[in-house]
């Protein structure tokens, strides 16, 4: 069956280092989140794209975090330079146009040294 | 600004207990209602929604909510816990028509089942 897949699902770096993590969308589905999941905080909205233009990314560091929707089929949140404090497990979801009805990724675990 | 709040941070029952777990929103307009479940270790997926009509909705794995309007809750239950429903539970909420209206999560409510 149709899900969202997210690579890597796991990372270990160093701060200071740049992180990549990707996510591909079910296919057909025009709407993609990015969200951050940790003990403290619990689940945060980062980032969302309709159509892959950016439709809110308030939830999202500035000044280190991009989020990008190269294609329908791709999107990308990077972090530049990476902190301690990015660990967490990092989700994607998707859906489709006017359901409102998210499918989640497996998720990118984060570990920043 | 919208909020979501689930006031059970983690509750903790025997098999065949009753369940019930709260959630409440801040919105006065029209809402879209979801209860996600996170087991240990993996991603959230769908228990259930509500968009419009019965109040009373029925999920998967035997959960069902109500939509309380004038209490602005949605909360879920579910008659006799199983030791698989050990999970963390989410409710989320959208609220208005706008396209661009994003979806509020709650903060979790993890569940503990005795077997």
């Known amino acids: 069956d149709a899900r969202v897949t997210q690579t890597p699902r796991h990372k270990v770096t160093e701060m200071g280092q740049e992180v990549t993590m990707r996510c591909q969308p079910i296919l057909g589905h025009n709407t993609v989140f990015w969200y951050r999941q940790t003990m403290m905080q619990g689940l945060e909205l980062l980032a969302y794209f309709r159509n892959r233009a950016p439709l809110d990314d308030s939830g999202m560091p500035k000044d280190r975090f991009s989020a990008e929707m190269p294609d329908a089929t791709l999107a990308t949140l990077k972090i530049q330079p990476s902190e301690p404090r990015d660990s967490a497990v990092y989700f994607c979801?998707?859906?489709?146009?006017?359901?409102?009805?998210?499918?989640f990724g497996p998720g990118t675990r984060l570990t920043v040294t | 600004a919208q909020s979501v709040s689930q006031h059970n941070h983690h509750v903790i029952l025997s098999e065949a207990a009753s369940l019930e777990l709260g959630c409440n929103y801040s919105y006065g307009g029209t809402v879209n209602l979801f209860w996600y479940v996170q087991y240990p270790g993996q991603h959230l997926q769908l228990l259930l929604k509500?968009?419009?009509?019965?109040?009373l909705v029925k999920g998967i794995k035997g959960f069902e909510a109500e939509f309380i309007k004038s209490k602005f809750s949605f909360n879920l239950r579910k008659p006799s816990v199983q030791w698989s429903d050990t999970a963390e539970y989410f409710c989320a909420v959208r609220a208005g028509y706008s396209s661009a209206s994003k979806i509020i999560f709650g903060s979790g409510t993890r569940l503990s089942i005795r077997p």
């Open positions: 509500y968009f419009s009509g019965d109040p």
């Open positions: 979801a998707s859906a489709a146009s006017g359901t409102y009805e998210q499918y």
